[in-house]
């Protein structure tokens, strides 16, 4: 069965600097999706970034960038230029490519984001 | 302005009542999803609809039960719930649940109390 670990329970950083979310994974599978989601107070889940297993570019969204090790098995977030908004729940999402609909959740990393 | 609405946003009920929870998209969308998520935990699916037709039971007791009346809408009964469960309760969508390098959308969630 396929795990998703994130080890940092709460993270915090200064406006403007940046700061990496870590989060390794488990499987035996070749072909899968990671995700990462958002979910601040206003408790709606948001997409912020996904990567396709098979692709060996990191994946980038305007400030928010993946570090995909695909040997190590680890899928980190790094967030540029923080601002007040990026203060959230940020859960790592992994997505068998096998025609299964589970995304597998980590824990969630709590970030704050400090003036 | 989330593309999954849900409604209601905030539920009280006795564990006597019956009441239903909706959930709708207009993305054409023809997967659609309900997770539990209790307190500083991820999500955790529940039931997923393909088509409209139920393809995933997370082993969920019958005091809840799903409904898609048509792709576009999702509904969730509630009856004798138990104070265990009070959570917020998310819904969400995706193009299919083929397509797994799309993501899945979810709306605000409904927070439930049981009494």
């Known amino acids: 069965a396929q795990t998703v670990t994130q080890s940092q329970p709460e993270m915090s950083v200064q406006e403007a600097e940046t700061v990496t979310l870590s989060c390794t994974y488990d499987?035996?599978?070749?072909?899968?999706?990671l995700f990462w989601y958002k979910q601040p107070p206003s408790r709606q889940m948001i997409l912020v970034i996904r990567?396709?297993?098979?692709?060996?570019q990191n994946a980038t969204e305007n400030r928010f960038s993946v570090n995909f090790q695909k040997a190590a098995k680890s899928f980190s977030l790094k967030i540029s230029d923080s601002q007040l908004g990026d203060a959230a729940m940020y859960f790592c999402?992994?997505?068998?490519?096998?025609?299964?609909?589970?995304?597998?959740f980590g824990t969630g990393t709590r970030l704050q984001v400090f003036p | 302005d989330t593309e999954v609405t849900q409604t209601p946003k905030h539920l009280v009920m006795g564990m006597t009542n019956k009441k239903s929870l909706k959930c709708e998209q207009h993305?054409?969308?023809?997967?659609m999803y309900w997770y539990k998520q209790k307190a500083k935990k991820p999500p955790e699916l529940m039931f997923v609809?393909?088509?409209?037709?139920?393809?995933i039971n997370e082993s969920v007791p019958s005091r809840f039960s799903p409904e898609c009346p048509n792709s576009s809408l999702l509904n969730l009964h509630l009856h004798a719930l138990q104070p265990e469960d009070s959570a917020l309760y998310l819904c969400?969508?995706?193009?299919?649940?083929?397509?797994?390098?799309?993501?899945?959308?979810f709306g605000d969630g409904t927070r439930l109390s049981i009494l």
């Open positions: 999402a992994y997505r068998s490519g096998f025609n299964t609909d589970k995304l597998i």
């Open positions: 969400a969508s995706s193009q299919s649940d083929r397509a797994t390098n799309q993501p899945q959308h």
């Open positions: 499987t035996s599978e070749s072909d899968y999706y």
């Open positions: 990567q396709e297993a098979y692709k060996q």
């Open positions: 993305m054409g969308h023809r997967a």
């Open positions: 609809y393909s088509y409209e037709k139920l393809s």
